[in-house]
């Protein structure tokens, strides 16, 4: 067998090692967070991180790889909550009351993320206090957009579902935070 050959098996090999180690992370620390915080729902932790972890190369191996990856993907869930609002604010079947909830919500979904470029720079910093309140700013995001609508009577937010998704990653990100503290 040629070099070549060998070093093709060796690196499929790598792969997969690498693969199983991050599937085996992600599900402990799901686990592990999932009993420590009544909001976190481990099914929804292990699809969502094994599905983000699947796009990456290489998968995180460690807690600290997994906090940055579940902020990373907290923050393209907000990123694509702006352009779904930004679609849902061109629509002429909202009355004014709704275009002004998704104006605020807007607002409030660009905002956080600010607040999670913060968190992944204060998480990289090693300053794990200032990342934990940038979390927490963000996870309220959801919860103040969905609010907005129901302050009308009979009123229904659009966006029930997406804002239910947002809260879930952010909670994952903060658990994740806190179980790195611990161990930090």
């Known amino acids: 067998?040629?070099?070549s050959?060998?070093?093709?098996?060796?690196?499929i090999f790598l792969f997969l090692f690498q693969s199983t180690n991050s599937s085996n992370l992600i599900s402990q620390s799901c686990k592990e967070a999932s009993k420590n915080d009544p909001n976190l729902k481990y099914d929804f932790c292990v699809a969502s991180l094994?599905?983000?972890?699947?796009?990456?190369?290489?998968?995180?191996?460690?807690?600290?790889?997994?906090?940055?990856m579940s902020i990373?993907?907290?923050?393209?869930?907000?990123?694509n909550m702006v352009s779904i609002i930004s679609k849902l604010l061109k629509d002429?079947?909202?009355?004014?009351?709704?275009?002004?909830?998704?104006?605020?919500?807007f607002d409030l979904y660009s905002d956080s993320l600010s607040d999670l470029d913060d968190a992944v720079a204060a998480f990289k910093r090693k300053d794990l206090d200032t990342a934990a309140i940038k979390l927490s700013a963000s996870l309220d995001t959801s919860d103040t957009c969905e609010d907005?609508?129901?302050?009308?009577k009979g009123e229904t937010s659009p966006l029930t579902k997406e804002n239910q998704v947002y809260f879930e990653l952010n909670v994952i990100s903060l658990a994740f935070l806190q179980m790195f503290r611990q161990h930090y």
């Open 1 to 3: 067998m040629k070099f």
């Open 5 to 11: 050959s060998y070093l093709l098996i060796f690196f």
């Open 50 to 68: 094994e599905d983000a972890s699947s796009n990456l190369k290489p998968p995180p191996t460690t807690l600290e790889g997994l906090v940055d």
């Open 72 to 79: 990373q993907l907290t923050k393209s869930n907000g990123t």
């Open 92 to 105: 002429k079947d909202f009355d004014q009351y709704a275009k002004a909830c998704l104006r605020d919500c």
């Open 148 to 152: 907005q609508f129901k302050e009308k």
